[in-house]
């Protein structure tokens, strides 16, 4: 069994976990694959940034699990429920303490105004002060299901419009189409994707794809329904689970996230597309 950098699951107060795994998590992709189209081009960080950058946050975390007000008040102030923003507002607050990495950020949400045409927005413009350059990132927290075979073209969202192949595609070809932003030319663009791959339960004879990030945790996916073992996860726990179990075992299964009581072992279960009377348990 491979052993993951896993070190949100060391914090009690679910808010800090979720923080710990904005910050430490390696991106789901460690290389950009090579069937997609690239117009504007763009870079992710590997997986010894993100352990850094936790190395050097963790006195700041050790104090927020003590006292999380100052993060629960920061992400009280989004009134959305969408993991996206809600990841989205966890990388800002991690920005905004200065103090522990060594970016200035330079702006948040930055939109691209032509005229009365709003031609897109930035989510995040930094100063790299140890390479003094101008970064633009964009952040996203995303989880595909891998359907037929593991090509870029066949890992789908809970929404079946919302893919891999067409999330990529929308970086390259849209929000990284700008040269400047608030006065400042931008030299670098950075993608962070984060959250989790899922593949087809019990299918183990293909290869992963080489741009899959072998570091990060794969779960299952699958129109079984196991009778033992599993409780459903909440909505926020997407990102990262509660300390203590924040739900009974599985009895009654709907469409979700659920995880093995005891073991780090993560299964989204989606109800079959023709429903049949005798569905049976595992």
Same mark, same amino acid.
């Given at each position: ?11 009690? #107060?679910? &808010? ?47 104090? *927020?699990? @003590?006292?999380?007000?100052?993060? &629960? ?5 989004? +009134? ?11 990388? !800002? ?59 870029? @073209? ?19 070809? +849209?929000?990284?189409?700008?040269? #400047? ?24 004879? @293909?290869?992963?794809?080489? !741009? ?21 996860? #909440?909505?926020?726990?997407? &990102?990262?689970?509660?300390?203590? *179990?924040?739900?009974?075992?599985? +009895? !009654? !299964? ?9 073991? @780090? ?18």
């Amino acid at each position: 069994m491979p052993i993951f950098f896993e070190p949100w699951l060391l914090y009690k #107060q679910p &808010i800090v976990r979720q923080l710990a795994f904005t910050i430490a998590s390696p991106n789901i992709l460690q290389n950009i694959p090579d069937e997609l189209d690239l117009r504007h081009t763009f870079e992710l960080h590997q997986p010894d940034f993100w352990s850094t950058q936790y190395l050097r946050y963790q006195p700041r975390l050790k104090q *927020l699990d @003590e006292n999380p007000q100052a993060l &629960i008040d920061f992400i009280s102030r989004l +009134k959305s429920t969408r993991l996206g923003l809600r990841f989205e507002h966890l990388m !800002w607050f991690w920005l905004c303490d200065a103090e522990y990495h060594d970016y200035e950020l330079l702006g948040h949400s930055i939109q691209i105004i032509d005229g009365r045409n709003t031609l897109g927005e930035l989510d995040f413009l930094l100063f790299n002060k140890n390479t003094q350059s101008i970064e633009h990132w964009e952040v996203a927290l995303k989880f595909y299901l891998a359907e037929a075979n593991f090509s870029l @073209e066949h890992w789908y969202g809970l929404n079946r419009s919302d893919t891999l192949q067409r999330k990529l595609h929308h970086f390259s070809h +849209k929000q990284f189409q700008f040269e #400047q932003a608030k006065g400042y030319s931008i030299q670098q663009r950075f993608v962070v994707l984060k959250g989790q791959l899922y593949t087809p339960h019990l299918k183990t004879n @293909e290869t992963t794809p080489f !741009w899959l990030n072998s570091t990060r945790r794969l779960g299952t996916w699958g129109y079984t329904l196991f009778d033992k073992d599993y409780y459903r996860l #909440q909505r926020q726990e997407w &990102i990262c689970h509660d300390l203590a *179990l924040s739900s009974d075992e599985a +009895k !009654w !299964w709907t469409n979700g996230l659920y995880r093995h009581i005891d073991q @780090e072992r993560y299964y989204m279960f989606r109800q079959a597309p023709t429903l049949c009377t005798n569905v049976k348990y595992m």
